[in-house]
């Protein structure tokens, strides 16, 4: 035990398709898959902070989100579910940020998850330049994540700022990313990590091997030597 505990402070981030893509059967598919996914990375995180490395007071888990539709908030309602403030980065002020939002149902959604968010961001893009001011919030979710959860068809991007592009980035800056992978028209959902700038990694074990989560958690803050080989798995159900 050091003479000076400190807390373990993880911050995790979320990227991934928008409701266009996460169709409702789709989300409630990944639901309970996303909750474990939190869960499971809170464990090892409460695990870490047992060990010699750290001390109290207790672990300290953040969410980065831009609270877009689709994985965004949903990622927020299973963030918060399981312990972590939630962070909101926004690309623009709120009340500019609400007309990317169709009235009724999207906008009341993101009404909701911005209210509930324990702190709000809002970087400094602008309408005239959409592409800058969404590429800003991808590399501002990579500067301060240590893991980043993608839900993603692991296709090609449509252009910068897009899931596939804030993967890339997360992958070139040597964050971790936990992949959770989606196919168009069915409800099979796949996991698998992703360490080291390596994106050719095959779907492995399990959802709820507790080594994988551990070897993820110590390889995004640089602690000891891991050993595993960040790969997992999971059938929807």
Same mark, same amino acid.
Not at 79 to 105: H, N
Not at 179 to 201: F, K, N, P, Y
């Given at each position: 035990m050091t003479d000076d505990p400190r807390p373990l402070v993880l911050n995790v981030a979320i990227t991934g398709h928008r409701a266009g893509v996460l169709t409702a059967p789709l989300v409630r598919t990944l639901r309970p898959i996303v909750f474990t996914v939190f869960r499971e990375l809170r464990e090892a995180a409460f695990r870490l902070q047992q060990s010699q490395m750290f001390g109290s007071p207790a672990a300290r888990l953040i969410l980065n989100t831009a609270l877009a539709t689709g994985a965004d908030q949903l990622a927020a309602i299973c963030?918060?579910?399981?312990?972590?403030?939630? +962070?909101? %980065? %926004?690309?623009?002020? &709120?009340?500019?940020?609400?007309?990317?939002?169709?009235?009724?149902?999207e906008l009341d959604g993101f009404e909701q998850a911005l209210a509930a968010a324990d702190e709000v961001v809002a970087l400094p893009g602008t309408r005239e330049n959409l592409e800058a001011a969404y590429v800003l919030v991808g590399e501002s979710l990579v500067e301060a994540a240590d893991?980043?959860?993608?839900?993603?068809?692991?296709? &090609?991007?449509?252009?910068?700022?897009?899931? @596939?592009?804030?993967?890339?980035? &997360?992958?070139? @800056?040597?964050?971790?990313?936990?992949?959770?992978?989606?196919?168009?028209?069915?409800?099979?959902?796949?996991? +698998?990590?992703?360490?080291?700038?390596?994106?050719?990694?095959?779907?492995?074990?399990?959802? +709820?091997?507790?080594?994988?989560?551990?070897?993820?958690?110590?390889? @995004?803050?640089?602690?000891? +030597?891991?050993?595993?080989?960040?790969?997992?798995?999971?059938? &929807?159900?």
């Open positions: 963030g918060r579910s399981s312990g972590y403030i939630v +962070r909101a %980065l %926004l690309p623009f002020e &709120a009340r500019e940020y609400r007309k990317d939002f169709a009235p009724g149902d893991i980043f959860i993608a839900i993603w068809d692991g296709e &090609a991007g449509k252009g910068p700022g897009g899931t @596939a592009h804030v993967v890339e980035l &997360a992958m070139n @800056a040597s964050v971790p990313v936990i992949h959770v992978d989606i196919e168009h028209g069915s409800e099979v959902v796949r996991i +698998r990590a992703l360490t080291d700038g390596h994106t050719q990694v095959p779907f492995g074990t399990s959802l +709820r091997d507790p080594d994988l989560y551990d070897s993820v958690v110590r390889r @995004a803050l640089r602690i000891g +030597r891991t050993g595993a080989s960040g790969m997992l798995e999971t059938a &929807a159900g």
